[in-house]
Structures are given as C-alpha cells and as structure tokens.
Nanobody
Framework: QVQLVESGGGSVQAGGSLRLSCTASGYTDSRFYMGWFRQALGKEREGVAAIWPGGGFTYYTDSVKGRFTVSRDNAKNTIYLQMNNLKPEDTALYYC??????????????????WGQGTQVTVSS
C-alpha cells in the first residue's frame, strides 16, 4: 500500500504562485511514475503534469506549460508542483497519484494505482 499526502494549497490572486507537495509513505519506490491531477467543480479530473522515474521525463497539459513545473526528490519520497502565474481557471482540487508500473497515457486517471486526498487551490481574479 502507498499513502499519499498533498499539501501547499491555498487561496491566491491571479498572477500569484503556489508550490504543492506530495509525500508518499508505506511501500515507496523511486521507480514509481507520479502525476498531478486536478478536478474543478462540475468537471472531470484532468491530468496536469507527470514525472517519470529519475525525473528525466516530464509531461504537462497544454494549459499549464511554461507556468507549472513538476519535480521529485526521491530521498524524501516527495514530488512537487511549482505553479506560477496562476489563473482563475487553475482553481480546482489538486491530487497526486502513483503508477507502480507504466500502464498507459500519463494523463489517464485509470492508469494510476494510488491517490492522495487532494489539496484545494483557489485563484481569484
């Protein structure tokens, strides 16, 4: 079992920044594939970013490219999502997730095995 705990959410004005963290515990493995998703009220969960083992490959949805950066610290079993120039449309509940083995597209929620509880990000205009 893997437990994931997100932190770092909050309320900011447009143009502001936040840094989300997600720490894994239980059975952890630096070879896990890890991603960030978000779900806005009334919308489907969407992939935001992902980072593969070793940090060599990262993926972003088009709407956050150039503004968000995903990174990982395997020694701390933690991944991060640095979010800059936030926009009101970034408002959502943000989740981190783990794939134990590469099982499909990085932005497909069904390919992830474990999920955190989420941290709320609210951006006001």
């Amino acid at each position: 079992q893997v437990q994931l705990v997100e932190s770092g959410g909050g309320s900011v004005q447009a143009g502001g920044s936040l840094r989300l963290s997600c720490t894994a515990s239980g059975y952890t493995d630096s070879r896990f594939y890890m991603g960030w998703f978000r779900q806005a009220l009334g919308k489907e969960r969407e992939g935001v970013a992902a980072i593969w083992p070793g940090g060599g490959f990262t993926y972003y949805t088009d709407s956050v490219k150039g503004r968000f950066t995903v990174s990982r610290d395997n020694a701390k079993n933690t991944i991060y999502l640095q979010m800059n120039n936030l926009k009101p449309e970034d408002t959502a509940l943000y989740y981190c997730a783990v794939q134990r083995r590469l099982g499909g597209n990085w932005d497909n929620p069904s390919t992830y095995d474990y999920w955190g509880q989420g941290t709320q990000v609210t951006v006001s205009s």
